[in-house]
């Protein structure tokens, strides 16, 4: 079975050119929404960059990308998610970088792998409030169907978020195939 191995657009790989040189030694995830409309039925046309960084450093980021003219957005809450991010394009969401999360590497871009990514929008209702409910099931459904996932990756992450047995549960719930 296959890898998943998303596209980087020009837009993440120039936003990770640019912190690399500004933070050079800052561990950090760069994705975009736009990744799970591969697996979604109802295609978004509105995506946000997340940049995930170490904890420490996630406060100084946010300034940098406020400071150099980005739209961005430190861990929002629910209410600004819903007055400021849903209607706009070209929004970061900056949020702490959980310890061990798998990442991939492609085109010297450090960003997610799809057991974090499927693993995150379980995980994180606010931020990915548009793929929960039915979405989220078929999201879950396409990427097994899809693409070679690594459940003990996958799982050891929940572990790491505190959601292990739900995700596990919710899998076993929803995929009748073996995996």
Not at 10 to 18: D, G, N
Not at 75 to 91: A, L, M, Q, R
Not at 139 to 164: D, H, P, Q, V
Request: proline share 3%; with cysteine; hydrophobic share 35%.
């Amino acid at each position: 079975m296959n890898s998943f191995i998303p596209e980087i657009s020009p837009k993440e790989k120039s936003l990770s050119k640019k912190i690399n040189k500004e933070f050079p030694y800052l561990e950090f995830c760069i994705w975009n929404s736009s990744f799970l409309n591969e697996f979604t039925i109802h295609q978004a046309n509105q995506f946000y960059q997340l940049i995930e960084v170490e904890k420490d450093a996630a406060q100084a980021i946010f300034l940098y990308l406020k400071e150099n003219k980005y739209s961005a957005f430190l861990d929002p809450t629910k209410d600004v998610f819903e007055k400021y991010i849903t209607e706009n394009n070209n929004i970061i969401i900056v949020k702490t970088l959980i310890t061990e999360a798998p990442t991939q590497n492609i085109d010297e871009i450090n960003t997610s792998s799809l057991e974090k990514i499927l693993v995150d929008i379980f995980c994180d209702e606010i931020i990915f409030s548009a793929y929960q409910g039915n979405e989220m099931r078929t999201i879950y459904k396409e990427a097994f169907s899809k693409y070679s996932i690594n459940r003990s990756k996958l799982l050891r992450y929940a572990s790491r978020r505190g959601k292990k047995e739900e995700i596990e549960t919710y899998i076993n719930s929803n995929l009748r195939q073996n995996y």
